[in-house]
């Protein structure tokens, strides 16, 4: 069975411009979740959405934004790039959305900010 | 906000050596995963394991969920073991099931 696929790899911009970032869940998953990994740090929680829903979002400003499709893909958005915007975009999907569930993760989206 | 501390921050084996990863958190949490990430970046699922110990070939954990901690136990390491290990406590927030990450060890294993 195919695990969670992201795309584009790899993907360099530039400050103000805008751009998309994709997931597709493990077949059967209907919960993606997002996180942001800084070099040298932890993967920090950006958004979590459910059956199309948003559930929960971290500490992260409104250029942040995602969705959920029919067939429970998931896009992130992020609006007026900053620098600090530079990381590693990892997505995770599960079951449903409690925090019982194991989440598995893609092999995720290095974003560089020029 | 729950913190998870992990130790070492950097540790460096020799090939065949054994090494121990903790991991601490401050409140109770509803699950923990351990991971280690290759070079390219992936989150490699290593255990899930609120409480109790599991054993995956090389590698053990054993979560003490009322001492709010977790051990990592790789025995015999190879090189391929190097990387970055990190330990995720599962939460809920509301409506929202979240994982908080700890700092990560990074181990190099030297043949």
């Known amino acids: 069975d195919a695990g969670v696929t992201q795309s584009p790899t790899h993907l360099i911009k530039t400050r103000g411009q805008h751009v998309t970032l994709r997931c597709s869940p493990i077949?059967?998953?209907?919960?993606v979740s997002w996180y942001q990994q800084v070099l040298g740090q932890g993967p920090q929680f950006i958004f979590q959405y459910y059956e199309k829903e948003e559930r929960g979002r971290g500490n992260f400003p409104d250029r942040f934004s995602a969705r959920q499709f029919p067939n429970y893909s998931s896009e992130l958005n992020v609006n007026a790039l900053l620098l600090g915007d530079s990381a590693l975009y990892l997505c995770a999907s599960s079951l449903a959305w409690d925090s019982y569930y194991e989440q598995y993760f893609g092999p995720g989206t290095r974003l560089t900010v020029t | 906000g729950i913190q998870v501390e992990q130790s070492p921050p950097d540790l460096i084996l020799q090939e065949g050596a054994n090494s121990t990863l903790r991991c601490n958190f401050s409140d109770s949490v509803n699950n923990l995963q351990w991971f280690h990430q290759n070079p390219w970046g992936q989150l490699i699922n290593l255990f899930y394991?609120?409480?109790g110990t599991k054993q995956n070939g090389r590698l053990s954990a054993t979560t003490v969920a009322t001492e709010r901690y977790s051990l990592l136990y790789i025995s015999s390491s190879q090189t391929t073991d190097s990387g970055v290990y990190f330990c995720a406590v599962a939460v809920r927030s509301g409506n929202t099931g979240k994982l908080i990450f700890g700092q990560g060890t990074t181990l190099q294993v030297k043949p």
């Open positions: 077949s059967g998953h209907k919960s």
């Open positions: 394991i609120p409480s």
